[in-house]
């Protein structure tokens, strides 16, 4: 079999699985009109209970987040936009782009110096450049929420003291905004300065729930809407609320315990062939030669690498536990 008819083969399987997966999910058509109807109807809705719906949607969704389906935006660049947003860093597109472009075609030329394979130089270039930029963004935006989620039961806290005192809501976020270091400082600094220039409280919040995607704080401003709705002791109801959010993450942190061993167990089964390839080439670069320039072997190496990057996934997602 020469290395048109693999290659064939190789796209047949693909194209299978593809089908199969299209064939499962469904499609996507209906799915994303309704999803534009119930975002209209809750963007013009004045009741209160559409806007807790929609709320309670974006936290549900947000528990589950897909990098080219963030809530709040339309197309893939927006969603890039808001991951950027998320990270911290004032990082734009522009120069997103160029640092992926940059690394993409640097590994290539390196692959390509090394081994003289265009298309394994560009396959490993595109996958380097794509998917490292991808990982750096969500290590920013996975510290920047976990130290939001660290300080925001201590903002509730102070949010209760001040309404406690006699302080009304919008005072209590500004003393938030000055009082609170990080994150939560940041972002509650933003909600204060949209609510100066006119918006209402609920549109500011919402608009800082929809960007950050966290569902704490979704579920803070569910909070804030339903008491609005029916009334009673807010600060007493704040009060519960920082008390569940601690709960939560101290559920989070026995989960990380208990789960240690298995994430440990998955990091050694998912580096040990590429840690041995790395050792045997550099001991014996003649014997490994040929997966650089001998196409079935090409081929044969880039199917282990997607079989076990799936093997990976499924045990990353064996140790993932949703609270």
Known sequence: MDFTQTLLVTGVIFAVIVVGYLLVTGSGAGKAQKRRLDALRYRHSESTDTKVESQLKKAIAARKPKAHRIAGSSSRLEALEIRLDRSGKKWTLTQYAYASAGLAIVVAMAVFLQSGALLLSLGVGLFIGAGLPHLVLGFFIKKRTGEFNEKFPDAIELLVRGLRSGLPVTETLAVVAQEIPGPVGEEFKGVVER??????????????????????????????????????????????????????????????????????????????????FIMVYMVNPSYLAGFFYEDRLIIAGLGGLVWMSIGVFIMAKMVNFEI
């Open 195 to 276: 609510i100066k220039i006119g918006k209402t409280m609920e549109d500011s919040l919402q608009d800082t729930a929809t960007r950050l995607g966290i569902p704490e704080f979704n579920f803070f401003c569910i909070t804030l809407a339903i008491q609005r709705e029916t009334g009673g002791n807010l600060a007493e109801t704040l009060s519960n609320l920082a008390d569940v959010l601690r709960k939560r993450a101290q559920m989070k942190l026995k989960i990380r315990a208990m789960s240690s061993e298995s994430k440990a167990s998955a990091y050694i089964v998912g580096s040990l062939p590429f840690v041995v």
